[in-house]
């Protein structure tokens, strides 16, 4: 299958500062990439829609102010997480859609802000 | 409104045999998906129903009924490292899959 890499695999960053993750489909190109959040015990959180070339499609309540999407080629998508607090501390992970139905995701990185 | 509904959790003896039922409604059908999430990592992928029927993988079987909503993973042969948590998820209209909490399996010996 696809694969799908995420850098960081965790971080961890003071409350106040920026936090970048990447997002790469590894052997195969994606228009489209989906960000999601995880807290423990919980469903994943669809949070945006990354189409490459364009403008994200953030979810009702996700600040797109706060989550920067950044989809600038076909095979790598950053979400940036600006002036970090603890609330922000979760899983977060990116998936890739190949055809309209198929969905590979990342690894997932654990963001702890202290 | 789109629902997923699915057991927070199921236990199981190793070497048995396990069913894990999903009803869900959605804005749309474009197929259901299920996946294994190990605690701490990310989703993999078991298998996709987009017709009415059983699909057999190896030791994982899935079953859709669109008409009822309805959909099953039949887990075989149960091993330690099968204890997860199983996600329905399935496509709506849009092609974005919609999540539930999904089911926490715990294998026992």
């Known amino acids: 299958g696809a694969v799908v890499s995420q850098h960081p695999s965790w971080v961890i960053c003071k409350s106040g500062t920026s936090v970048k993750i990447e997002c790469r489909s590894l052997d195969f190109q994606a228009t489209t990439m989906f960000w999601y959040r995880q807290f423990p015990k919980q469903s994943l959180m669809l949070m945006a829609t990354?189409?490459?070339?364009?403008?994200?499609?953030?979810e009702q309540g996700v600040e797109k102010d706060k989550f920067l999407i950044n989809h600038a080629s076909l095979t790598l998508s950053t979400l940036t997480v600006t002036s970090a607090h603890p609330e922000d501390s979760s899983f977060y992970i990116c998936?890739?859609?190949?055809?309209?139905?198929?969905?590979?995701f990342g690894p997932g990185t654990r963001l702890t802000v202290l | 409104g789109q629902n997923i509904d699915q057991p927070t959790e199921m236990t199981a003896t190793e070497g048995a045999i396990v069913q894990i039922n999903c009803t869900y409604q959605?804005?749309?059908?474009?197929?259901l998906f299920w996946y294994q999430q190990h605690a701490g990592e990310a989703p993999t992928f078991l298998s996709y129903n987009v017709l009415d029927g059983l699909e057999e993988k190896g030791r994982f079987s899935s079953f859709l009924s669109r008409s009822k909503g309805y959909s099953y993973l039949l887990l075989k042969e149960l091993q330690m490292k099968d204890s997860a948590s199983y996600l329905c998820?399935?496509?709506?209209?849009?092609?974005?899959?919609?999540w539930g909490a999904g089911t926490k399996l715990i294998i026992k010996p």
């Open positions: 959605t804005s749309g059908f474009n197929g």
């Open positions: 998820a399935p496509l709506d209209s849009n092609y974005q899959l919609i």
């Open positions: 990354s189409n490459e070339g364009s403008k994200a499609t953030y």
């Open positions: 998936s890739a859609r190949v055809r309209e139905r198929e969905q590979f």
